[in-house]
């Protein structure tokens, strides 16, 4: 059984940063991508940003210039850095693991197997 925990949420202002940590753990899986996603309150569940095992990114148009992927795959780990945080990046961040995909990325929820419990990030204005 694959975990997924994310860290590095918080209360920031506008024009802000933050980076968040989401680290895999159990099961076994030597190849698989990584996506982020965001959900606010009475809305569904968005794509921000993911990244491929052979370092493919992707990011939602909103975020594109302001958030930046990286990961360390020894740690089976990867990283979400937010700058020019706005208040309109507020939600629950949640971090999902797709292990079917080497190449590419996919921005589909239902194509990712595992989800952490999310990170809550608040951008005040």
């Known amino acids: 059984q694959v975990q997924l925990v994310e860290s590095g949420g918080g209360l920031v202002q506008a024009g802000g940063s933050l980076r968040l940590s989401c680290a895999a753990s159990g099961g076994t899986f030597s190849t698989y991508a990584m996506g982020w996603f965001r959900q606010v309150p009475g809305k569904e569940r968005e794509f921000v940003a993911a990244i491929s095992w052979s370092g493919s990114t992707s990011y939602t148009d909103s975020v594109k210039g302001r958030f930046t992927l990286s990961r360390d795959l020894a740690k089976n780990t990867v990283y979400l850095q937010m700058n020019s945080l706005k208040p309109e990046d507020t939600a629950v961040y949640l971090c999902?693991?797709?292990?079917?995909?080497?190449?590419?990325?996919?921005?589909?929820?239902?194509?990712?197997?595992?989800w952490g419990q999310g990170t809550q990030v608040t951008v005040s204005s």
């Open positions: 999902a693991v797709d292990l079917n995909r080497y190449l590419t990325v996919t921005t589909t929820t239902g194509e990712y197997d595992y």
